[in-house]
């Protein structure tokens, strides 16, 4: 089976599509209203540790998952406990965003078309992309995320004859209470939702994890940063009772008589987000199963997956009423022990265990030394034991052999005398020698 792998460009790329998702679509924030933009500077930041304790547990375990992670922290038992939550953590979270693309389709598009026409098509190209591989769906992103920024920055760029920036103000006018909420709601939503890239990050090439998360997390939040500054601009402090904040504020922008109603564009980049986003969700969500099973293939129970999270995204919610009541109130304390809680004490599991498991190898290791060491003397001994005994026993081919070349301490005798007559020949000839000189001296007087 072709082994998966994606380079640091293609994880930056993934992650910036999973995380921007329905965000650019439903807006975020929460009830910050004209200091939504703070909000998700505020969220940006206290996503940092939670980011950072993703990419350690990704670079300790390069070419697994993260339920691969799951059972080897908390063992079969308890790992498949937690892996249970994550599957339907994974599972669910799909199906809201599926519902999310549904609800906006229905509502700005196609009013009179059942919701359950546009969920199914989306959802079979996303059992498609999961039975692809992640590779693909990295490449996909990293193709169309130059073109996402393209239409990004012309919005922009026609948007500026509408933009009110008197709208931002006043800054914390009801105190800084707003924004914490609203930066919680943002860290939950999206930023704390990229622990579901644990689940496909396994093909991740070594010591790109850190680059990836944080590197993606800054450039997703700047985006988010701008267009939601961008909205308050235009729409002032309602953008919080609206639906699709950023499908109304780009509604909004007509430059003369000749360009209107380009709100087709922020269509689709929120289609192609959606996609990616949902492909993701359903592609861990799969191996989970998989992984649970003991299954050697993931791509065995994509397709039944998948038609279960479109059933489901047609059930999840009545209207669109609570599904943004479900996405700014109920969802954080949902989402929190999946995306804080069990991933800190996963950390701190596999730290401590890696520490014990580093000082049984170092105690292991002298032990085999001294063992090795040990050997290696009993060897020596047994061996000089075997030649006093071979050179006691003097009899036949086996004592002749002693004799001629085996016995190391004659050898070592021999070498010894032959070195004590050399010193003593020299001796000789140094006194030779100076009797020559003494009697030359003689005569010379």
Same mark, same amino acid.
């Given at each position: 089976?072709?082994?998966?792998?994606?380079?640091?460009?293609?994880?930056?790329?993934?992650?910036?599509?999973?995380?921007?998702?329905?965000?650019?679509?439903?807006? !975020?924030?929460?009830?910050? %209203?004209?200091?939504?933009?703070?909000?998700?500077? +505020?969220?940006?930041?206290?996503?940092?540790?939670?980011?950072? =304790?993703?990419?350690?547990?990704?670079?300790?375990?390069?070419?697994?998952?993260?339920?691969?992670?799951?059972?080897? +922290?908390? #063992?079969?038992?308890?790992?498949?406990?937690?892996? /249970?939550?994550?599957?339907?953590?994974?599972?669910?979270? #799909?199906?809201?965003?599926?519902?999310?693309?549904?609800?906006?389709?229905?509502?700005?598009?196609?009013?009179?078309?059942?919701?359950?026409?546009?969920?199914?098509?989306?959802?079979?190209?996303?059992?498609?992309?999961?039975?692809?591989?992640?590779?693909?769906?990295?490449?996909?992103?990293?193709?169309?995320?130059?073109?996402?920024?393209?239409?990004?920055?012309?919005?922009?760029?026609?948007?500026?004859?509408?933009?009110?920036?008197?709208?931002?103000?006043?800054?914390?006018?009801?105190?800084?209470?707003?924004?914490?909420?609203? #930066?919680?709601?943002?860290?939950?939503?999206?930023?704390?939702?990229?622990?579901? /890239?644990?689940?496909?990050?396994?093909?991740?090439?070594? %010591?790109?994890?850190?680059?990836?998360?944080?590197?993606?997390?800054?450039?997703?939040?700047?985006?988010?940063?701008?267009? !939601?500054?961008?909205?308050?601009?235009?729409?002032?402090?309602?953008?919080?009772?609206?639906?699709?904040?950023?499908?109304?504020?780009?509604?909004?922008?007509?430059?003369?008589?000749?360009?209107?109603?380009?709100? /087709?564009?922020?269509?689709?980049?929120?289609?192609?987000? =959606?996609?990616?986003?949902?492909?993701?969700?359903?592609?861990?969500?799969? *191996?989970?199963?998989?992984?649970?099973?003991?299954?050697?293939?993931?791509?065995?129970?994509? @397709?039944?997956?998948?038609?279960?999270?479109?059933?489901?995204?047609?059930?999840?919610?009545?209207? @669109?009423?609570?599904? *943004?009541?479900?996405?700014?109130?109920?969802?954080?304390?949902?989402?929190?022990?999946?995306?804080?809680?069990?991933?800190?004490?996963?950390?701190? !599991?596999?730290?401590?265990?890696?520490?014990?498991?580093?000082?049984?190898?170092?105690?292991?290791?002298?032990?085999?030394?001294?063992?090795?060491?040990?050997?290696?003397?009993? $060897?020596?001994?047994?061996?000089? $034991?075997?030649?006093?005994?071979?050179?006691?026993?003097?009899?036949?081919?086996?004592?002749?052999?002693?004799?001629?070349?085996?016995?190391?301490? %004659? %050898?070592?005798?021999?070498?010894?005398?032959?070195?004590?007559?050399?010193?003593?020949?020299?001796?000789?000839?140094?006194?030779?020698?100076?009797?020559?000189?003494?009697?030359?001296?003689?005569? $010379?007087?």
């Amino acid at each position: 089976m072709h082994k998966e792998q994606i380079t640091l460009k293609e994880g930056m790329c993934l992650f910036f599509l999973f995380t921007a998702g329905s965000t650019l679509i439903m807006g !975020t924030g929460g009830d910050a %209203k004209n200091d939504a933009w703070l909000a998700v500077l +505020a969220g940006a930041l206290m996503a940092l540790p939670v980011v950072a =304790v993703y990419a350690r547990l990704v670079s300790l375990f390069p070419g697994r998952d993260l339920f691969d992670i799951l059972l080897i +922290a908390f #063992g079969k038992v308890g790992g498949r406990v937690v892996m /249970l939550i994550y599957i339907w953590y994974t599972f669910h979270l #799909g199906s809201v965003v599926l519902r999310n693309y549904g609800e906006f389709i229905n509502t700005v598009s196609l009013p009179e078309t059942p919701i359950f026409v546009s969920l199914f098509f989306l959802g079979i190209v996303c059992i498609l992309a999961a039975r692809s591989g992640v590779e693909v769906i990295a490449r996909f992103s990293v193709l169309l995320v130059p073109i996402i920024m393209l239409v990004i920055v012309v919005v922009l760029l026609l948007a500026i004859p509408t933009l009110h920036p008197e709208n931002i103000k006043p800054i914390l006018g009801k105190g800084l209470m707003p924004v914490l909420k609203g #930066g919680f709601s943002t860290f939950t939503f999206p930023f704390a939702e990229t622990v579901v /890239l644990l689940g496909a990050f396994f093909s991740l090439k070594p %010591k790109t994890s850190t680059k990836v998360y944080f590197w993606g997390l800054l450039c997703t939040s700047i985006l988010i940063t701008i267009l !939601t500054t961008r909205n308050i601009m235009i729409l002032g402090s309602g953008i919080s009772k609206l639906y699709f904040p950023s499908h109304v504020a780009v509604s909004r922008i007509t430059v003369g008589d000749f360009i209107q109603r380009i709100e /087709l564009t922020v269509s689709v980049v929120f289609i192609v987000c =959606v996609f990616v986003k949902a492909s993701v969700c359903l592609l861990a969500a799969s *191996r989970g199963v998989a992984r649970f099973f003991n299954l050697k293939d993931y791509r065995t129970v994509v @397709i039944q997956i998948g038609l279960l999270m479109i059933y489901l995204s047609q059930f999840i919610y009545n209207d @669109i009423m609570i599904m *943004r009541i479900w996405a700014f109130k109920i969802y954080p304390y949902y989402a929190l022990p999946m995306q804080v809680f069990i991933p800190i004490a996963l950390w701190i !599991t596999v730290e401590v265990k890696k520490k014990k498991l580093c000082a049984e190898g170092g105690s292991a290791a002298s032990g085999e030394r001294e063992s090795s060491d040990g050997s290696e003397q009993s $060897e020596g001994s047994g061996g000089s $034991e075997q030649s006093e005994s071979s050179g006691g026993s003097g009899q036949g081919k086996d004592s002749a052999k002693v004799v001629q070349g085996e016995n190391p301490d %004659k %050898k070592r005798q021999q070498g010894q005398d032959s070195q004590g007559y050399k010193n003593a020949d020299d001796t000789d000839s140094q006194d030779e020698s100076k009797r020559k000189n003494t009697k030359g001296k003689h005569q $010379e007087e």
